[in-house]
C-alpha cells in the first residue's frame, strides 16, 4: 500500500464556476461559429464576427467515448442579442442518444432548452443554485436572458459524444426572443 496522500491537481471554485489545474481544456465559441444557428441570420453577419458567445472548459480525465467514466465542464454564456435573440449554446443532442446530463447555475439568469426527437421542447429558469436533469435522448440548448455572464456546471458521460448537425438541419422548434426587455418563447414550428 502507497500511504502518501496526494495533493489535488484540479480545482473548482464553487463561487465564480472556474476549472484549474491540469487536464483543464478550454474552448470558445465566437459570433462566426454560430452561422445558421440563430433565426435572424443578417443580424449574426452583421455584428463583429470575433465576438465570444461562450466558453467551455472541461476536464476529460479519460479519453472521449469511454465508456462508464464522466466529463466535467463549465459553459459561460456571456450576455447579448442576436437581433432579438438571446446570446446562446449552439445546442446538441448527444451522439449516443441514449446518455443523459446534469447541469447546474453557478452564476447569472438564464433559460435551459430541451428538445426530444419528435421535436418538442421545454424550457426552464436558470437561476444560481438550480439544478436541471437532462434526459436521455433530449437536446439542450443554454441562452443567458441577464446582463452578467451565465456560469452552467455540467456532467455527462464520457462516451456521449455531441451531435450538431441534426440541430443545424432542424434547428430548436421553439426560441427565446427578449420581447420589450422580457425573455419570451416563440414557437418556430
Ligand atoms: C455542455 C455543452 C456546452 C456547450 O458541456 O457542450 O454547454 O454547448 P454546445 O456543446 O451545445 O456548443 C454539454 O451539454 N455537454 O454534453
Ligand atoms: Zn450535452
Not at 139 to 168: F, K, M, Q
Request: proline share 4%; charged share 15%; net charge neutral.
Amino acid at each position: 500500500m502507497n500511504n502518501h496522500l496526494e495533493n489535488p491537481t484540479q480545482f473548482f471554485n464553487s463561487l465564480n464556476g472556474s476549472l484549474s489545474g491540469g487536464q483543464i481544456v478550454h474552448s470558445k465559441t465566437c459570433i462566426a461559429d454560430m452561422a445558421g444557428y440563430y433565426h435572424n441570420e443578417s443580424a449574426r453577419s452583421s455584428l463583429d464576427q470575433a465576438k465570444i458567445v461562450y466558453r467551455v472548459a472541461a476536464h476529460f480525465a479519460e479519453k472521449p467515448g469511454t465508456t462508464g467514466g464522466l466529463f466535467f465542464g463549465i459553459s459561460t454564456v456571456f450576455p447579448g442579442l442576436v437581433g432579438q435573440e438571446y446570446f446562446m449554446t449552439k445546442g446538441h443532442f448527444h451522439a449516443i442518444r441514449n446518455r443523459s446530463e446534469y447541469y447546474w447555475c453557478i452564476q447569472g439568469e438564464g433559460v435551459l432548452i430541451f428538445m426530444d426527437e419528435d421535436g418538442n421542447c421545454y424550457a426552464e429558469k436558470l437561476q444560481q443554485g438550480s439544478l436541471h436533469y437532462i434526459p436521455r435522448k433530449v437536446a439542450h440548448r443554454l441562452a443567458n436572458t441577464g446582463n452578467e455572464p451565465l456560469v452552467v456546471g455540467a456532467c455527462w458521460p464520457s462516451d456521449a459524444g455531441h451531435d450538431y448537425t441534426t440541430i443545424t438541419q432542424l434547428g430548436f422548434s421553439i426560441r427565446l426572443l427578449n420581447i420589450d426587455g422580457q425573455p419570451q418563447l416563440q414557437k418556430v414550428r
